[in-house]
């Protein structure tokens, strides 16, 4: 493949069959000839037909939940356990009569603790997520909210469900701790590709979305993309065309502006889409755009930039605006589930465009067995090594901190990229204060820049920060945590298992050969969150 526009990717894409290669899950799509560990992977091409059967059980569990007066729903997990279910909830969930839902997909000490202070623990039901049933941050939140709840109860377990695949980790803790329920999502569905699977359904439910309705509109969707549509007609095909035809042309920033109507839709199209293309030195780096952002009308005529909108209302058309823009148009807002769909396809050709293997995460790994190797030797010191960080506190001289901004961003060049790693807890504040940065920055630079929360950056675009192309520079900002939280049965805090997260991220990045700068903001957050923007403001001059 020489060409590089979306019209001769479709043109390849119907010659080479490919729409009806990937339903016939034939892993050669995506260079692998024997490719098992690729066609275990496809199970969301027909999660439809898998799901609808199990429609009555979810809706009978929900509405039990409901009877025994249940107030609030917290979802502990990360990555494609929680984004997908969180968008759910934030986009479709009625606001009054059902359970307040809540997402924790972060190991900072305030995150969790805001999270505990705003349920009624007697009266919460905790779903705990996740797919091989290993990952540290899930395990670490369950073992904090079983003690509490155990503290209040006798019978915790009827406090607690499990979404988890047969056979996993998670799957004998929730037996032997005698949850309600334990669903057990097919194997042959991954993480990021399982939002219309039990990961994504059954909290949705217990929110109060309609998850028939959600499932019709996928159904709809996949029969637009199936390989009996011509691909100039298919939907997935379209939008995949375009991201792959970008980026080959080098426009691998995708910017994404998204309807505030859908504006959470954003965190799951970024893990998708970085997660599954980042790797093996390409790749395409999504930046999601707050609303209102001037860089939604510069994208286009940006040099590396690629532009998809994604609007709420008229007639759901979709297709391409301008040369380098393309545009998704959403009738109503449970046409969220056939977007969910058509995004998956689309990232499975623009997959096959890029030549890689968007079903598995090769990078992901490095970062959390360097985390696992500082947290040994913390338990074995009492200390995490040093940071090495650039301390900026409320009453610090910021000339120091504006100079390494400075000499930093000297080093980035066009066609790079700039990210911000936040391990702080989200917040409307945070977010502010970031989506005002990210706009400067961007402007002032000439550059992508994007913003992540960690340790849920680690589960998205982690992958691509290492495994994608060596075009980005990394800001890793930790904190001091005004209150800790211990993990029962461990020897280190949230507080410690937070920091060793961004230290282990950041020795990944380093090895990987990534410019990193780090600061550590020492005091209350919100006069360390001035000082971070007068040095930001000092360094841009």
């Known amino acids: 493949m020489d060409s590089y526009t979306p019209e001769e990717m479709l043109q390849h894409l119907e010659m080479d069959n490919i729409i009806a290669r990937i339903w016939d899950r034939d892993p050669t799509v995506w260079g692998s000839p024997d490719g098992r560990e690729i066609v275990d992977r496809l199970g969301w091409l027909t999660v439809v037909d898998t799901m609808t059967p199990r429609l009555a059980e979810i809706q009978a569990f929900a509405r039990e939940i409901w009877d025994e007066g249940f107030t609030h729903i917290v979802l502990l997990g990360m990555g494609g356990s929680s984004l997908a279910p969180h968008v759910l909830a934030k986009t479709l969930a009625p606001q009054n009569g059902y359970p307040r839902f809540h997402m924790l997909d972060s190991t900072v000490p305030a995150a969790v603790l805001q999270c505990a202070r705003a349920i009624d623990l007697a009266h919460t039901l905790f779903i705990v997520a996740s797919k091989s049933g290993s990952t540290i941050e899930m395990l670490s939140m369950f073992k904090y909210f079983w003690q509490q709840v155990s503290a209040i109860t006798t019978s915790p377990g009827r406090a607690f469900v499990a979404i988890t695949d047969p056979g996993s980790g998670l799957e004998r803790i929730a037996r032997e701790h005698a949850f309600r329920a334990i669903f057990l999502n097919p194997t042959d569905i991954g993480g990021r590709y399982s939002a219309l699977s039990l990961f994504g359904l059954v909290p949705a439910a217990l929110a109060g979305v309609d998850i028939a309705r959600l499932l019709q509109s996928a159904e709809r969707m996949a029969a637009r993309c199936s390989p009996a549509v011509p691909v100039r007609e298919n939907p997935g095909a379209l939008l995949g065309a375009f991201l792959g035809a970008m980026a080959r042309q080098g426009r691998d920033k995708l910017a994404l502006a998204i309807s505030p109507r859908f504006?959470?839709?954003?965190?799951?199209?970024?893990q998708l889409i970085a997660e599954s293309t980042g790797k093996r030195g390409t790749g395409i780096l999504p930046v999601v755009l707050p609303s209102g952002n001037r860089l939604a009308d510069e994208a286009p005529r940006l040099a590396d930039h690629a532009l998809v909108s994604i609007t709420h209302g008229g007639h759901g058309e979709s297709g391409m605006s301008h040369p380098t823009a393309f545009t998704r148009e959403l009738a109503d807002l449970y046409d969220l589930g056939g977007e969910f769909y058509c995004w998956e396809m689309a990232t499975a050709v623009a997959g096959h465009i890029?030549?890689?293997?968007?079903?598995?995460?090769?990078?992901?790994?490095?970062?959390?067995?360097n985390t696992a190797n500082m947290l040994a030797l913390y338990e074995q010191r009492g200390a995490l090594e040093p940071a090495d960080a650039i301390t900026l506190g409320a009453h610090s001289d910021t000339c120091a901190p504006a100079e390494a901004l400075r000499r930093f961003f000297a080093g980035i060049q066009p066609g790079h990229y700039y990210a911000v790693l936040a391990y702080l807890p989200p917040s409307d504040a945070w977010d502010a204060l970031f989506a005002e940065l990210q706009e400067q920055l961007a402007l002032r630079l000439g550059v992508a820049v994007t913003v992540g929360y960690g340790p849920r950056y680690l589960h998205s675009t982690g992958q691509l920060h290492k495994g994608g192309p060596a075009t980005g520079h990394f800001l890793i900002l930790t904190a001091d945590d005004a209150e800790d939280v211990p993990i029962p049965g461990e020897r280190y805090t949230?507080?410690?298992?937070?920091?060793?997260?961004?230290?282990?991220?950041?020795?990944?990045?380093?090895?990987?050969?990534?410019?990193?700068?780090?600061?550590?903001?020492?005091?209350?957050?919100?006069?360390?969150?001035?000082?971070?923007?007068?040095?930001?403001?000092?360094?841009?001059?």
């Open 263 to 270: 504006a959470d839709l954003g965190l799951w199209i970024e």
């Open 354 to 369: 890029l030549g890689v293997n968007p079903f598995d995460q090769p990078n992901v790994a490095e970062a959390k067995r």
């Open 494 to 541: 949230f507080g410690v298992l937070k920091n060793a997260q961004a230290l282990g991220d950041r020795q990944a990045l380093e090895a990987a050969g990534r410019p990193v700068l780090h600061f550590h903001l020492a005091g209350e957050a919100h006069q360390t969150a001035h000082a971070l923007h007068r040095a930001v403001q000092a360094a841009l001059g």
